[in-house]
């Protein structure tokens, strides 16, 4: 069966990407290497579809949100031709890659499942404690509620799970709303001994980079997630 093409994507954009990715030979450095090509971006949200519109694979080059822009940033990362981008992202966003409104990942407690189960990330084991989480998600018209559980480092403990972390990590900020799992995502980015954020903002209203601890005090979080990209799929 002929896989799905995603829109709005120009192969030649593509490969270039694909070239400056294969620049550094560890996943770390093609995952550090391509997110940098898209500091300074807009933000935007490109997805096309709802539970009236069909749903269509969209693979934005020039605008993100903030989980657009790990989904390409990984999935460029990992591949080694244009088909093989548009395969991993199919991957990543949807459910089994079925590319149905239903089925896209719509929030990050079923992207972190979906995309453990199919290999291309694994969970950080942390150091400390955490806080099981329980909700009810239901802020996605259209889609029926469902619950989850998950577990996540509080705040302040992220001090002591950072020596653990690594360049390339994808770290999800927990909400404190109870009908919210996820309410931002972003790539870890290590610079000697200090953590950088980099991820696609609304507020500032595109993708830059910060200092993670600059973040997470100017925000209101029940907790971190954060999982690494495995080599198995980031290659």
């Known amino acids: 069966m002929k896989r799905a093409q995603p829109r709005s994507s120009s192969r030649r954009r593509i490969q270039k990407l694909l070239s400056t990715a294969r620049s550094g030979r560890a996943a770390v450095a093609r995952i550090e290497a391509v997110s940098r ?29 903030c989980v657009t822009y790990i989904e390409t940033v990984l999935a460029l990362a990992g591949a080694s031709t244009p088909t093989q981008f ?32 199919n290999g291309t990330i694994r969970r950080i084991s942390p150091p400390v404690p955490g806080r099981v989480k329980a909700r009810v998600l239901n802020v996605v018209p ?30 999800f900020f927990a909400s404190t709303r109870k009908n919210l799992d996820v309410f931002h995502c972003g790539l870890l980015i290590r610079n000697a001994e ?28 029940a907790g971190v997630i954060v999982v690494r990209p495995t080599g198995d799929r980031i290659r």
Request: charged share 30%; aromatic share 8%.
């Open 86 to 117: 548009s395969e991993l992202l199919r991957q990543l966003r949807y459910d089994r890659g079925r590319v149905e409104w239903k089925k896209r990942n719509h929030y990050m407690t079923q992207w972190i499942r979906n995309n453990r189960r």
């Open 194 to 221: 200090n953590l950088r954020l980099r991820h696609a903002s609304r507020s500032r209203g595109g993708v830059v980079e910060q200092d993670l601890d600059e973040f997470l005090k100017s925000n209101r979080m």
């Open 37 to 65: 090509e898209f500091l300074g971006l807009p933000y935007s949200s490109t997805l096309i579809g709802s539970a009236e519109q069909p749903e269509v694979f969209v693979a934005s080059l020039d605008s993100f949100d």
């Open 142 to 171: 259209g889609l029926r509620a469902s619950s989850a559980r998950f577990v996540c480092v509080p705040k302040q403990a992220v001090k002591q799970l950072a020596p653990q972390l690594e360049t390339g990590d994808v770290i």
